[in-house]
Every structure is written in structure tokens, then in C-alpha cells.
């Protein structure tokens, strides 16, 4: 009923730029917190970036100053842009969105969703 489509994932040198876009779609009523999460193998999934529909930010400390996440509502579409990146960057990154639907039984609620996850590589 709503699908997550991420994309912007890749290879780049430690110093580089990427951009990650998740997009929603599908029987949306409201989108609250958009962020995105990362996971580095033998690792637990970690918070990067979190954004309220009312553009308030949080970010983790290791990334504080490098990553803006941002978004645009009218698309629903949230995005990471990542700067200065470094080797302990490497990641599998997963967007992950408040969605607020209309259940079985036509009440509002609110569900979690999370996207199918991009790898990104930082090595020289």
C-alpha cells in the first residue's frame, strides 16, 4: 500500500559527495518523520538523520557538519546529502518514513515504512 524507493548509492572516494533519494508513494494521507538509518556489516543499525514535517533536524555526532537531510513534502521525498565522506561511512543506508493511512477500518494510523536500503562505499 505505500512502497519506499531509495536510490543515489555508490562508490566514491573518502573526501567525495553523494546525494540519496528515498521517495513514497502508494495511499499516503500524511508523512511525519522521515530519516535515514545505516547499517556496516557486523554492526547494529544506527540513527544518521531524522526530519519532522515541520523541518526540524536531528542528526547523529559522526556525521554532524558532513550530512543535510532534507525534504520536499509535496514530493514525498526525503533526502541525504552526504559530504567529506569518509571509509567508516560504509554503509548500507535505509530510508525509513511515518506514514499516516487509513487502516481496514478506515481509522488514521500511523505505520512505519523502511526502503529496500542502497549500499554506499567510501575506499579509495
Known amino acids: 500500500q505505500v512502497q519506499l524507493m531509495e536510490s543515489g548509492g555508490g562508490l566514491v572516494q573518502p573526501g567525495g559527495s553523494l546525494r540519496l533519494s528515498c521517495a513514497a508513494s502508494?495511499?499516503?494521507?500524511?508523512?511525519?518523520?522521515m530519516a535515514w538509518y545505516r547499517q556496516a556489516p557486523g554492526k547494529q543499525r544506527e540513527l544518521v538523520a531524522a526530519i519532522v514535517s515541520a523541518g526540524n533536524t536531528n542528526y547523529a555526532d559522526s556525521v554532524k557538519g558532513r550530512f543535510t537531510i532534507s525534504r520536499d513534502n509535496a514530493k514525498k521525498t526525503v533526502y541525504l546529502q552526504m559530504n567529506n565522506l569518509k571509509p567508516e561511512d560504509t554503509a548500507v543506508y535505509y530510508c525509513q518514513v511515518g506514514v499516516v493511512r487509513r487502516n481496514t477500518v478506515s481509522v488514521l494510523t500511523e505505520y512505519d515504512y523502511w526502503g529496500q536500503g542502497t549500499q554506499v562505499t567510501v575506499s579509495s
Open positions: 502508494g495511499s499516503i494521507i500524511r508523512i511525519n518523520t
